[in-house]
């Protein structure tokens, strides 16, 4: 388990964020913006055909994976409240 952050170190990343937020938010509109829309559509129409004539099909549904990635978690959730 991992100490707690101190009081003021913890103050510090707050205001940190506070003060990052407001030009991050600037930077990911104008980025938005400078975005060439058009060409972004064609790239991920692009990149969506190639992925669907590259796929390999398969004869599974993935549902035995998610289950086993459920069973992992689940095992671990367990794990940490038995700490």
């Known amino acids: 388990m991992q ?3 101190p009081p003021d170190r913890g103050k510090m990343f707050v205001d940190a964020w506070r003060s ?3 030009v991050l ?3 990911r509109i104008r980025r938005i913006r400078q ?3 058009p060409q ?3 790239n991920l129409g692009w990149l ?3 992925a669907v004539r590259d796929k390999t ?3 599974e549904s993935g549902l035995s994976e998610l289950q086993h ?3 992992i978690a689940r095992q671990r959730q367990l794990d940490r409240a038995g700490q």
């Open 3 to 5: 100490a707690p952050v």
């Open 20 to 22: 990052a937020g407001p």
């Open 25 to 27: 938010e600037q930077d």
């Open 35 to 37: 975005t060439d829309t």
């Open 40 to 42: 972004a559509v064609r």
């Open 48 to 50: 969506t055909a190639k």
């Open 57 to 59: 099909p398969t004869t």
């Open 69 to 71: 990635w459920f069973m």
